[in-house]
């Protein structure tokens, strides 16, 4: 098969693991820079170009797409459905879950346990709308962050009011969540391909913070997951529609409350302490499907 990676940065541990699952799997693999590409858009024959060439002859594409090309991305990977190239990952997929609300409200309204979060475009109203958490302090988070970026504790409703303002003033959409203090500084990310568990580990925050992103310090430990956990987990990743996800989850003394769904989910962290060949899977993933 003729495979791209829709990858801005070919020398990345997540492009590179994909490129060589695909070339030990005999794929011919190229890496291709989607915000390089050119649309050409019209019914009847859409075409991408590439550096000025016409891309031809693709079968699948793995689009990685980075947070800050999240509406170039999903138009380019679009472009290349609509030229009936197979992409493990569609525009609407990607879409919701790169917006945290919009992923959350997806979320819940399947049933799904998210934490309790509230959203506001009024400022004068911060302060009764955060009357509706039982607990005084509170998790502030940009809606479009990620690595751990603009999620901010509060520690009383005052100061969580003014950190909201502070954000509103410059432009910034933020919402806000209900703090699950007994997570620990801790998240699970469980690693799912295809609607099976490729991979779990637990995030642990360095001494002092709360946030467990591995960018902000985190460490990685292999866990196993409860029956409770894998079926939420799996059950995630399906109503978002996503064939590759990385779910976190809190563990909360309700049960696992789910954060956020990745849906270009990095392969270094859960390669590495899991030592499974994820990458692998999803190559297998799309022998599979474009078979059919
Ligand atoms: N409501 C919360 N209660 C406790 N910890 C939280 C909460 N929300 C986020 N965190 C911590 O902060 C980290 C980053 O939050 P997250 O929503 O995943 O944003 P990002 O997309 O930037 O990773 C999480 O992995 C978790 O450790
Ligand atoms: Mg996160």
């Known amino acids: 098969m003729n495979i791209a990676v829709l990858s801005r940065n070919p020398a990345l541990y997540s492009t590179q693991s994909l490129v060589q699952a695909a070339r030990r799997k005999h794929h011919y693999v190229r890496v291709i820079d989607y915000v390089n590409c050119d649309i050409v858009l019209d019914s009847d024959s859409p075409k991408i170009l590439y550096n000025g060439y016409q891309l031809e002859n693709i079968d699948a594409v793995i689009p990685r797409i980075g947070a800050g090309y999240t509406s170039y991305g999903s138009a380019m990977i679009r472009q290349f459905m609509a030229a009936g190239v197979y992409s493990t990952l569609s525009p609407h997929a990607l879409n919701a879950a790169r917006n945290k609300i919009e992923c959350l409200q997806i979320l819940a309204s399947a049933g799904l346990m998210v934490p309790r979060s509230l959203i506001s475009n009024n400022s004068l109203f911060f302060e009764d709308l955060l009357s509706n958490l039982d607990d005084e302090r509170a998790v502030i988070k940009l809606v479009n962050g990620t690595h751990g970026l603009g999620v901010v504790l509060a520690h009383d409703r005052k100061q969580a009011a003014s950190i909201m303002e502070a ?22 990310r469980v690693f799912v391909v295809d609607g099976n568990i490729e991979g779990v580990m637990k995030r642990q925050a360095k001494e002092g913070e709360f946030r467990s992103n591995m960018h ?20 995630a990743a399906d109503i978002l529609g996503l064939k590759i996800a990385g779910v976190d989850m809190l563990q909360s003394k309700k049960g696992p409350m789910i954060l956020e769904v990745n849906a270009s989910p990095g392969l270094e962290g859960i390669e590495t302490t899991t030592r499974n060949d994820i990458a692998g899977k999803i190559i297998d993933m799309i022998e599979r499907d474009t078979r059919k």
Request: net charge neutral.
């Open 167 to 188: 954000f509103s003033k410059s432009k910034s959409k933020v919402f806000v969540q209900e703090f699950i203090e007994e997570a620990g500084g801790a998240d699970v």
């Open 216 to 235: 902000r310090g985190a460490s990685a430990t292999v866990i196993k997951l409860t029956d409770e956990e894998k079926s939420v987990a799996l059950k």
